[in-house]
């Protein structure tokens, strides 16, 4: 099939990828764009993971303030120079962070920084509600594995949905801007402020 520059743009327009991987990701699927994308997103996860050990010592702090000014957030985004945290996707994408921290209210970063005290806290209230359901302690304990695995699936910035598109994990969005910018990016912390909230 031959590849046209428009399928080029198509895919371009969707993915953000550079031309020339839009070309080759159209002819190595012989034209199908949804396919392309998948392999391009996979080409992505493969550059994320080949940067994730390098330093994010650069960056920027971006700050996301709700109508009303009643909820705020503060997120710090790190990236190996100085000249990728000028760019516009990066800083797009740290405002973008900080929104969806103050919509979505993640308790922490990843798996790692959930607090000890949470999780025991989860874990208990799953094992007594299917106790009080007359479950045995064996099936209970098998139950609280899965819904332990939702809750942090919902309370981890990097794995919930990202609330401008549902389609993609923040985690996602992360690998795409790794792979289109071609360095190591972090999401370092985030604070997230609300009147009236502990």
């Given at each position: 099939?031959?590849?046209?520059?428009?399928?080029?743009?198509?895919?371009?327009?969707?993915?953000?990828?550079?031309?020339?991987?839009?070309?080759?990701?159209?002819?190595?699927?012989?034209?199908?764009?949804?396919?392309?994308?998948?392999?391009l997103r996979q080409k992505g996860l493969a550059v994320a993971a080949k940067r994730a050990g390098r330093a994010t010592s650069e960056g920027v702090?971006?700050?996301?303030?709700?109508?009303?000014?009643?909820?705020?957030?503060?997120?710090?985004?790190?990236?190996?120079?100085?000249?990728?945290?000028?760019?516009?996707?990066?800083?797009?994408?740290?405002?973008?962070?900080?929104?969806?921290?103050?919509?979505?209210?993640?308790?922490?970063?990843?798996?790692?920084?959930?607090?000890?005290?949470?999780?025991?806290?989860?874990?208990?209230?799953?094992?007594?509600?299917?106790?009080?359901?007359?479950?045995?302690?064996?099936?209970?304990?098998?139950?609280?594995?899965?819904?332990?695995?939702?809750?942090?699936?919902?309370?981890?910035?990097?794995?919930?949905?990202?609330?401008?598109?549902?389609?993609?994990?923040?985690?996602?969005?992360?690998?795409?801007?790794?792979?289109?910018?071609?360095?190591?990016?972090?999401?370092?912390?985030?604070?997230?402020?609300?009147?009236?909230?502990?």
């Amino acid at each position: 099939m031959e590849i046209t520059s428009q399928m080029v743009k198509d895919l371009r327009d969707k993915t953000s990828a550079g031309m020339m991987d839009c070309k080759k990701a159209l002819a190595e699927t012989n034209g199908d764009m949804e396919k392309a994308v998948d392999l391009l997103r996979q080409k992505g996860l493969a550059v994320a993971a080949k940067r994730a050990g390098r330093a994010t010592s650069e960056g920027v702090i971006e700050t996301y303030i709700h109508a009303g000014a009643k909820l705020g957030v503060m997120v710090e985004v790190g990236c190996e120079t100085d000249f990728v945290a000028k760019t516009d996707a990066f800083r797009e994408f740290a405002r973008d962070i900080a929104m969806h921290v103050a919509a979505a209210a993640p308790v922490s970063i990843s798996r790692e920084g959930v607090p000890e005290a949470v999780l025991n806290r989860e874990k208990e209230i799953y094992i007594q509600q299917a106790l009080d359901s007359g479950k045995p302690q064996a099936i209970a304990e098998k139950m609280v594995v899965g819904r332990m695995e939702k809750f942090l699936a919902e309370v981890c910035l990097m794995e919930q949905k990202f609330v401008k598109n549902p389609d993609l994990s923040v985690q996602d969005l992360l690998n795409e801007l790794i792979a289109k910018m071609g360095e190591n990016i972090s999401v370092k912390r985030f604070a997230r402020f609300q009147v009236g909230v502990e």
